[in-house]
């Protein structure tokens, strides 16, 4: 199983960017996809989730209204559209795939799979 994540960079504040989270080795649509985050010295943060049931979505307080989740099951592919990006924003984004069913699709440790990871960094 391999999460390709991609489409970080540096953008000032108010900028938007979309990330993309390629996955293989599985059968995509079965899965429930999360993006989770992890700025420096701070503990990993669940962002958005996309559930495999029926398309239900889930957001933070923090980012909900600015960011947008949605998949695409043909390509077996994860979006996240950032915008109005701020600079606490800032942080190493994760893709996650996994079938959490007991846990929260809040909770990472529902996850089986990660991505590498993609840096966002948003100047003031």
């Known amino acids: 199983v391999q999460l390709q994540a991609s489409g970080g960079g540096l953008v000032q504040a108010g900028g938007s960017l979309r990330l993309s989270c390629a996955v293989s080795g599985l059968t995509f649509s079965m899965y429930t996809m999360g993006w989770f985050r992890q700025a420096p010295g701070k503990e990993r943060e669940f962002v958005a989730a996309m559930s495999w049931t029926g398309g239900g979505t889930y957001y933070s307080d923090s980012v909900k209204g600015r960011f947008t989740i949605s998949r695409d099951n043909a390509k077996n592919t994860a979006l996240l559209q950032m915008n109005s990006l701020e600079p606490e924003d800032t942080a190493v984004y994760y893709c996650?795939?996994?079938?959490?069913?007991?846990?929260?699709?809040?909770?990472?440790?529902?996850?089986?799979?990660w991505g590498q990871g993609t840096q966002v960094t948003v100047s003031s």
């Open positions: 996650a795939a996994g079938r959490p069913i007991t846990t929260s699709v809040r909770n990472s440790l529902g996850y089986s799979y």
